[in-house]
Every structure is written in structure tokens, then in C-alpha cells.
Antibody
């Protein structure tokens, strides 16, 4: 059974970098039929896709336009995990952040979520 | 981006009664392979979303058969034949035809009367 376990700080200061990690159990970050995502949920409940990484003979990364230029997604095959780095954060980046797996038909497995508050 | 619109935004249902949630997309979710890339999720309080339905009408593993999905193109419906207390939460539809740029509906909050 596939499980995703998230880790990372819950409080980040404005202008600093938000960094989260997602450990994968029961699947491989470099699997050629899956992809790995970061999605966030605003305090009002709206869900927003942020980034995706997938391995298809080489690594491909995709980013949402809303955070492009500030966001990086990094796979780590040695630890079977992937991470999110979002720099220059503002209070508008306060949200619950989820990692999630894409399979053939959409998104199926989610991490438990990490509440991140941006505040000084 | 494809805009997803759900209705109603909240629902109060007596246990044992049916419930229905509509989801409309700003573009067709029907892909060239004949599949509609529309998923339904339930987010219970304090939890991550849980996949209920994929490709518009396929129940995910372990999902009770009181949940069903239907629709094609731009109009989709999630139905619960007999609501139970454990069905409380927020229901989201999500389009995956524009993957990786998936987008979600605003959510429909279901409560028990």
C-alpha cells in the first residue's frame, strides 16, 4: 500500500524559503508510470496545484504560473522522496501543503498535509 | 486554466436520504481516448482529500457502492444513494484532462441533519 509522509517546519518568516519533504513508501519516486505533486489548500479551503515531477527516461518538472520563478521541486532517488522549495514567501503563502501522487487517471494518494504559517 | 464550478456549496441531508452534487467545467474533460478526466474527492475534517471516483464514474478501491459518479464532457454529478454519518465533509471535483495543471471545484460541504 502506497503511503506518503510529509515533514517540514510549520512556521516560516516572510521573505524566507519554505521547504517541505515527502517520503514515499510502497512506490518509487522514479517510477515511469507515476508522477509526484505538491498541492496547497488556502485557509478558505481552495485547492491549488503547485508543482509536479516525473521520470520518463529523464526528469521533467512542471510548475504553476502563480508560483513560477519562486518554486522548485526536487526528487531524491537515494532517499525515495521529493521536496518543495518556495522562496520569498509572504503571508499569502500561508496554507496547508499536501504532497500527492498522480497515477494513470489523476491524483490518487495524498500525504497527511502540513500547515505552514508565514509570519514574523 | 480550466475552471471547475460546483453546486450546491453546502448540503444538509437526513441519514438514509440521497444526496447529489453537480460539477461543471469550463472546457470539455473528454480526452481523445474516450475517458472523462474528472475525479471526486472527500475531505473529512482534519484529513487529506480521499479519492472516491476517477474517470468520472469509476469507484476507487474501498469506496462504498452508495457513491456513484456520472456525466461527460462538461457536466458531472456525484450521487450518494443513502447518506451515512461518516459521509460528512467537503466534496471536491477535480479535472485532470489538463494534467499536470489540475484544477479543483470550490468544494461542497455536506452535513447531517
Amino acid at each position: 500500500q502506497v503511503r506518503l509522509q510529509q515533514s517540514g517546519p510549520g512556521l516560516v518568516k516572510p521573505s524566507q524559503t519554505l521547504s517541505l519533504t515527502c517520503d514515499i513508501f510502497g512506490d518509487s519516486v522514479s517510477g515511469n508510470s507515476v508522477a509526484w505533486n505538491w498541492i496547497r489548500q488556502s485557509p478558505s479551503g481552495g485547492l491549488e496545484w503547485l508543482a509536479r515531477t516525473q521520470f520518463r527516461s529523464k526528469w521533467y518538472h512542471d510548475y504553476a504560473k502563480s508560483v513560477q520563478g519562486r518554486v522548485t521541486i526536487n526528487p531524491d532517488t537515494s532517499r525515495n522522496q521529493f521536496s518543495l522549495h518556495l522562496n520569498s514567501v509572504t503571508p499569502e503563502d500561508t496554507a496547508v501543503y499536501f504532497c500527492a501522487r498522480t497515477w494513470s487517471y489523476g491524483i490518487d494518494i495524498w500525504g497527511q498535509g502540513t500547515t505552514v504559517i508565514v509570519s514574523s | 486554466d480550466i475552471v471547475m464550478t460546483q453546486s450546491p456549496l453546502s448540503l444538509s441531508v437526513t441519514p438514509g436520504e440521497p444526496a447529489s452534487i453537480s460539477c461543471r467545467s469550463s472546457q470539455s474533460l473528454l480526452y481523445t481516448n474516450g475517458h472523462n478526466y474528472l475525479d471526486w474527492f472527500l475531505q473529512r475534517p482534519g484529513q487529506a482529500p480521499q479519492l472516491l471516483i476517477y474517470l468520472g464514474s469509476n469507484r476507487a478501491s474501498g469506496v462504498p457502492d452508495r457513491f456513484s459518479g456520472s456525466g461527460s464532457g462538461t457536466d458531472f454529478t456525484l450521487k450518494i444513494s443513502r447518506v451515512e454519518a461518516e459521509d460528512v465533509g467537503i466534496y471536491y471535483c477535480m479535472q485532470a484532462v489538463d494534467s499536470p495543471r489540475v484544477t479543483f471545484g470550490q468544494g461542497t460541504r455536506l452535513e447531517i441533519k
